[in-house]
């Protein structure tokens, strides 16, 4: 079964302090992996897609890399308005065509000033 | 340059009543995607569409709820007879097909069911 594990549940940084997301997942073919940004009652703002291992995308204080197995959202001297929940989706290759997300239930990010 | 939108943004049903939301995906986009969020869950993937057509509806229930996709006007999400358990955010996301792989969604539409 296609799933998708992120860690930790939940973080809590001081302003600058460096740290890495995990998000592990199992299927069967693996078309691209996605992240993205969830602000309290907002939806889902699209930040990265990585679609072969050894890939990296890069954008201000954010770094998404990928491996066969999972991927690492690092985030360099956080800002508390990189406050959010942080969300990992991948759309498995199947031969339907659907393209559909598989979401992981998010990593909740709390930078203190 | 309008992304998705998603109207209404709350909706107030009693239980037996019928739910319509609706998605207006953004401009060249003809590939709809519907989502469900519980509280503390993560998104559950319920239906893609493209005009006129459902493609995947693997992530529907059965019953109750259905989805359309005209080829003038917005996406529909129904959900007939609702239950508190259908209490939820549902997201829509759009992306313009063709190999393009991203989903950008709109603000979702927050249903209670009292």
């Known amino acids: 079964e296609d799933q998708v594990t992120q860690s930790p549940e939940a973080l809590r940084l001081q302003e600058g302090e460096s740290s890495s997301l995990n998000c592990s997942y199992t299927?069967?073919?693996?078309?691209?992996l996605f992240w993205y940004r969830q602000d309290p009652g907002k939806g889902p703002e699209f930040l990265f897609t990585l679609y072969s291992a050894g890939e990296e995308k890069e954008k201000e204080r954010l770094k998404a890399t990928l491996t066969k197995k999972e991927s690492f959202l690092h985030i360099t001297a956080p800002k508390p308005e990189d406050s959010a929940t942080y969300l990992c989706?991948?759309?498995?290759?199947?031969?339907?065509?659907?393209?559909?997300?598989?979401f992981g239930t998010g990593t909740r990010l709390k930078v203190l000033a | 340059n309008a992304g998705v939108m998603q109207n209404p943004r709350h909706l107030v049903r009693r239980r037996g009543q019928e739910a319509r939301l609706r998605c207006s995906p953004m401009k060249g986009h003809s590939h709809v995607y519907w989502y469900r969020q519980l509280p503390e869950e993560g998104l559950k993937f319920m239906v893609y569409l493209q005009k006129e057509n459902i493609i995947d509806e693997s992530g529907m229930p059965k019953e109750r709820f259905s989805a359309e996709f005209p080829k003038e006007g917005p996406s529909i999400l129904r959900i007939q007879q609702v239950v508190r358990g259908d209490s939820a955010a549902y997201f829509c996301?759009?992306?313009?097909?063709?190999?393009?792989?991203?989903?950008?969604f709109g603000p979702g539409t927050r249903l209670t069911v009292t």
């Open positions: 989706a991948v759309q498995p290759a199947q031969g339907s065509g659907t393209y559909k997300y598989i």
């Open positions: 299927v069967s073919g693996l078309r691209g």
């Open positions: 996301a759009s992306s313009p097909g063709g190999g393009v792989r991203e989903q950008y």
